[in-house]
């Protein structure tokens, strides 16, 4: 079957994609509501993560750290089944999950799972900053 190489991945003429053989896997990379989002694709489907909001600095101006780190505690029981979230050493909050992806995967089916996980992250977010959570800053780059 000839397929038709893009970047990490080959697709078929059917429209099938397939992730090429490469050490590190291929990942897509978007935004929701302003926060850095990844979806890796790896052979149990997708692992996605959102860079979802930034515990206040000590040095902003009437920032309630407290009130924040209170939201982030309450935030796993509202998790759906399957995702954690992850107190980062810079004091962004990072949310995972895992999401099946059909074989072989299209690109309809990619970017539904996409969708699928934006919408699920929405009232997280929601929460999160009316705890006085911030949405994260630019982060650096990947190499």
């Known amino acids: ?7 990490r991945f080959a697709a078929t003429p059917d429209g099938a994609i397939l992730p090429r053989a490469d ?15 990844r979806a890796e694709v790896g052979p149990e489907g997708l692992h996605l993560t959102a860079e979802a909001a930034r515990i206040p600095s000590t040095a902003e101006a009437k920032a309630d750290r407290r009130r924040a780190f209170a939201g982030l505690a309450a935030l796993p029981a509202r998790l759906p089944a399957g995702w954690r979230v992850r107190l980062l050493p810079d004091h962004r ?4 999950a895992a999401a099946p992806l059909a074989r072989p995967a299209n690109a309809t ?15 997280l977010l929601d929460a999160l900053e009316a705890e006085g959570a911030a949405a994260p800053g630019p982060t650096p780059a990947a190499a």
Do not use: H, N, S
């Open 1 to 7: 079957m000839e397929t038709i190489e893009l970047g």
């Open 23 to 37: 050490p590190d896997p291929p990942a897509l990379r978007f935004a929701w509501r302003g926060r850095p989002c």
């Open 93 to 96: 909050i990072r949310v995972e």
């Open 109 to 123: 089916t990619l970017v539904a799972a996409l969708v699928r996980f934006a919408l699920a992250l929405d009232p």
